[in-house]
């Protein structure tokens, strides 16, 4: 798994159009948004910004890159002679989608670590810290899905764009109207439940019973997402 995860890391820093689009481009958005945190503070909290913060690493960064990682390893037939090797399905998934996680890991930690300082520090860093693992979780299980459906590196610009706009729009749509209206709704939504976790803990407004509770939707999101993965994904060139 080790060896698989350091040739795909490589494999990550070589390619300039990955660097610029997935990796580079959502710091630059991120940047903005610091940048810019007195405004957007007065549209919604500083909790509202550290949501966007996270899900914009996670949608592009994570998500995004590891659709098109796995599409592009699929459409030149390296999945199909990695499983030729002695190393288990799940060690090859692991190895090819390690990199994109922990550079995203990175990214979300220095970009907070960057906000906190030169904003305001949560009031809960433990439940930020759990929100953010949630949130990666769920966009990480859910670029396994989308890969079994994108037949290549250019579809996945095609088929990531529903999920990874979908989800800061929805953390936009709730970090600044909050969920006193359409809670559930709000909460159902891939991405809602865990935008609230992150405002709640960053603002300091959130008790561990209703943090149990924002966690539940985004858990199910990764179940479900799981789920799809496994009945979608696969190891050969889509036809």
């Known amino acids: 798994m ?21 990796l580079l481009m959502p710091v630059a958005a991120s940047a903005f948004f610091i940048y810019f945190r007195d405004q957007f503070e007065q549209i919604g909290s500083l909790g509202y910004v550290a949501a966007v913060l996270v899900f914009t690493i996670g949608s592009f960064s994570l998500y995004a890159t590891t659709v098109t990682t796995l599409a592009a390893r699929r459409q030149t037939l390296f999945l199909k002679r990695l499983r030729s090797t002695a190393a288990s399905d799940p060690a090859i998934l692991t190895g090819l989608v390690l990199p994109v996680v922990a550079i995203s890991v990175v990214q979300v930690a220095v970009i907070l670590g960057v906000f906190a300082t030169v904003g305001s520090a949560p009031a809960d860093v433990l439940l930020v810290l759990v929100a953010v693992v949630a949130t990666f979780v769920m966009m990480l299980a859910l670029g396994m899905a989308t890969a079994g459906v994108t037949n290549s590196p250019e579809h996945a610009q095609i088929t ?18 909050g969920t ?60």
């Open 180 to 239: 006193e209206s359409l809670t559930l709704l709000k909460r159902l939504l891939p991405g809602g439940s865990a935008t609230e976790l992150v405002v709640s803990a960053w603002n300091g407004s959130t008790g561990l019973g209703d943090t149990l509770l924002l966690l539940a939707p985004t858990l199910a999101w990764v179940v479900v997402a799981v789920v799809l993965a496994m009945a979608l994904f696969r190891w050969e060139p889509r036809r």
């Open 2 to 22: 080790l060896a698989i995860a350091r040739s795909e890391l490589v494999q990550v820093l070589r390619n300039r159009a990955v660097l610029i689009t997935s």
């Open 160 to 177: 990531t764009l529903p999920i990874s706009l979908g989800t800061i729009a929805v953390a936009s749509w709730v970090g600044i109207t």
